[in-house]
């Protein structure tokens, strides 16, 4: 009881700040590649030819770490995404509560790079898996939003 009366009170006096979270325009979210759902853009067939032979980019520990494997999001199969919001999401479960800024940056630098894939490969997915994944994004995002209140608060 004792508990759900303090985090009552944490939600009650993070409202204030319930504002400020939503200023962040849609293009800008969209622009970060925070922001996903819209219908996915056709690049010319000579762009997608020139993706498949790009060479595989560095490896990026966070994203490794994150992910809990060594995949290449550029050309990740779409049936393989929500598995990778599952890890991400359970990784950032486990560890947000001792993650600083730096890491929080660059968990949502390894969202970016998983919506973008997601937005190239969305329509290949059951509307079941695409609900979940945007449930995971949301997740990730009240998490995020929770760890910044309450450093306010401290």
Same mark, same amino acid.
Not at 100 to 124: H, P
């Given at each position: 009881?004792k508990a759900?009366?303090?985090a009552?009170a944490?939600l009650?006096?993070g /409202?204030?700040?319930?504002?400020?979270?939503?200023?962040t325009? +849609?293009?800008? /979210?969209?622009r970060?590649?925070?922001l996903?759902? %819209?219908r996915p853009h056709?690049?010319?067939p000579?762009? %997608?030819r020139?993706a498949?032979r790009?060479?595989r980019p560095?490896?990026?520990?966070?994203?490794?770490? /994150? *992910?809990?494997? !060594?995949v290449n999001?550029?050309?990740?199969?779409a049936?393989? *995404?929500?598995n990778?919001?599952?890890r991400?999401i359970a990784?950032?479960?486990?560890?947000?509560r001792?993650?600083?800024?730096?890491?929080? !940056?660059?968990?949502? +630098?390894?969202l970016a790079?998983?919506?973008?894939?997601y937005e190239?490969?969305?329509?290949? /997915?059951p509307?079941?898996?695409?609900l979940r994944?945007? %449930?995971l994004?949301?997740?990730?995002?009240t998490l995020?939003?929770a760890?910044?209140?309450?450093d306010? *608060?401290e």
């Amino acid at each position: 009881m004792k508990a759900a009366k303090a985090a009552f009170a944490l939600l009650l006096a993070g /409202l204030p700040f319930a504002g400020l979270a939503q200023t962040t325009s +849609q293009a800008e /979210l969209l622009r970060r590649g925070e922001l996903t759902g %819209s219908r996915p853009h056709a690049g010319t067939p000579a762009q %997608s030819r020139a993706a498949q032979r790009a060479p595989r980019p560095a490896a990026d520990p966070a994203q490794e770490h /994150l *992910l809990q494997t !060594d995949v290449n999001l550029a050309q990740t199969r779409a049936e393989d *995404l929500p598995n990778l919001y599952e890890r991400f999401i359970a990784t950032t479960r486990d560890e947000r509560r001792t993650w600083n800024y730096t890491q929080w !940056d660059a968990a949502g +630098q390894v969202l970016a790079r998983l919506n973008q894939r997601y937005e190239q490969v969305r329509t290949e /997915l059951p509307i079941e898996e695409r609900l979940r994944i945007r %449930s995971l994004q949301g997740e990730f995002h009240t998490l995020r939003g929770a760890r910044q209140v309450k450093d306010k *608060l401290e």
